[in-house]
């Protein structure tokens, strides 16, 4: 572990503590828009883990999360270093938006450039500053527009060490994904640094259950990595190979009859849809057996719209 290291051309000795806060741009107004960055450093020599949240500005239970283990310093380690950067999508979080202002999705715009959109830009900041101290990194997300997500893990099971990683964060399940092009996932794995999306309640909204499953995964990563020895219980883990959106076969007005986070067997109703008019009402069965880990929380939907997220144990991918 380096004695300093540097963000911004700020130095971070090992057992010093310091906020950054790395102007980005200003707004129309002039106001000066920083990204605050908290840097935890140990006396003693581990690890350096990234935990990030808010890449999309709606999204505010990683917010959450990792503002509660600020506060109550849980999050400062023994061994190793945090880079903690609670809120990256500062303009999307002023505007309770996913996006940036010229429609750019941040999480879309990875590795950036130092010339181009804002999102861009702001991606280039972080592969730039932050992903080249780090060894692994976790970075919080919530279901988006009115989908909600039970608290898992999306990791590209191809890559071991990810999936290592992922187990000793333990939430309830564990999904393999190949991260999305441009991703901040993708660009980091590139740079050969492994990032784990958490994915947990729903956009605007905080889910208690989902905080603490992320609050728990930390402090059990950073047991995993020799940086902290917390008491913390033991997460029950299921780990699956593969996730599918079952979809609206017709437009009209979308009934659950399961919830997140529940196990499903084939054939069984999972929600129906109807027309307003009370002529129809189509059952929609489970295709296999599974678990629930998103829903869409949107009660009038049109063909094609997917309705229920349904992670499986075997085959599907
Ligand atoms: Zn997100």
């Given at each position: 572990m380096p004695d300093v290291i540097a963000i911004n051309e700020v130095t971070v000795r090992k057992g010093e503590n310091k906020e950054i806060n790395l102007n980005i741009a200003r707004l129309p107004t002039q106001t000066v828009i920083d990204l605050p960055i908290f840097v935890y450093r140990a006396a003693e020599d581990g690890p350096t883990i990234s935990v990030t949240a808010g890449?999309?500005?709606?999204?505010i239970n990683g917010i959450e999360t990792i503002r509660r283990m600020i506060y109550n310093q849980?999050?400062?380690?023994?061994?190793g270093t945090v880079i903690a950067i609670p809120v990256v999508n500062v303009y999307g979080f002023i505007h309770t938006s996913?996006?940036?202002?010229?429609?750019?999705d941040l999480n879309r715009s990875?590795?950036?450039?130092?010339?181009?959109s804002l999102a861009g830009r702001i991606a280039h900041v972080l592969m730039n500053e932050v992903v080249p101290h780090i060894d692994c990194g976790i970075d919080f997300h919530t279901g988006g527009a009115s989908k909600e997500n039970y608290p898992h893990l999306r990791c590209n099971f191809d890559f071991p060490r990810s999936l290592e990683l992922a187990r000793a964060f333990a939430p309830p399940f564990v999904v393999n994904s190949k991260a999305p092009d441009h991703s901040f996932r993708k660009a980091a794995a590139l740079q050969g640094k492994p990032i784990l999306t958490f994915e947990g309640g729903e956009s605007l909204r905080l889910h208690d259950f989902s905080i603490r499953q992320g609050i728990d995964g930390i402090l059990r990563l950073m047991k995993h990595l020799g940086m902290k020895n917390s008491r913390v219980a033991n997460g029950e883990t299921r780990v699956l190979p593969g996730s599918r959106w079952r979809r609206a076969q017709y437009s009209g007005l979308f009934r659950a009859s399961v919830r997140i986070g529940e196990q499903i067997r084939r054939n069984q109703v999972l929600g129906y849809i109807a027309d307003p008019f009370g002529e129809t009402d189509y059952k929609i069965k489970a295709q296999s057996d599974g678990y629930v880990i998103g829903l869409n929380n949107m009660c009038v939907v049109n063909k094609g719209e997917a309705l229920i997220h349904i992670a499986a144990e075997g085959g599907e991918k």
């Amino acid at each position: 572990m380096p004695d300093v290291i540097a963000i911004n051309e700020v130095t971070v000795r090992k057992g010093e503590n310091k906020e950054i806060n790395l102007n980005i741009a200003r707004l129309p107004t002039q106001t000066v828009i920083d990204l605050p960055i908290f840097v935890y450093r140990a006396a003693e020599d581990g690890p350096t883990i990234s935990v990030t949240a808010g890449l999309h500005g709606d999204e505010i239970n990683g917010i959450e999360t990792i503002r509660r283990m600020i506060y109550n310093q849980s999050i400062i380690p023994h061994a190793g270093t945090v880079i903690a950067i609670p809120v990256v999508n500062v303009y999307g979080f002023i505007h309770t938006s996913r996006k940036f202002p010229d429609g750019k999705d941040l999480n879309r715009s990875f590795p950036g450039s130092s010339s181009g959109s804002l999102a861009g830009r702001i991606a280039h900041v972080l592969m730039n500053e932050v992903v080249p101290h780090i060894d692994c990194g976790i970075d919080f997300h919530t279901g988006g527009a009115s989908k909600e997500n039970y608290p898992h893990l999306r990791c590209n099971f191809d890559f071991p060490r990810s999936l290592e990683l992922a187990r000793a964060f333990a939430p309830p399940f564990v999904v393999n994904s190949k991260a999305p092009d441009h991703s901040f996932r993708k660009a980091a794995a590139l740079q050969g640094k492994p990032i784990l999306t958490f994915e947990g309640g729903e956009s605007l909204r905080l889910h208690d259950f989902s905080i603490r499953q992320g609050i728990d995964g930390i402090l059990r990563l950073m047991k995993h990595l020799g940086m902290k020895n917390s008491r913390v219980a033991n997460g029950e883990t299921r780990v699956l190979p593969g996730s599918r959106w079952r979809r609206a076969q017709y437009s009209g007005l979308f009934r659950a009859s399961v919830r997140i986070g529940e196990q499903i067997r084939r054939n069984q109703v999972l929600g129906y849809i109807a027309d307003p008019f009370g002529e129809t009402d189509y059952k929609i069965k489970a295709q296999s057996d599974g678990y629930v880990i998103g829903l869409n929380n949107m009660c009038v939907v049109n063909k094609g719209e997917a309705l229920i997220h349904i992670a499986a144990e075997g085959g599907e991918k």
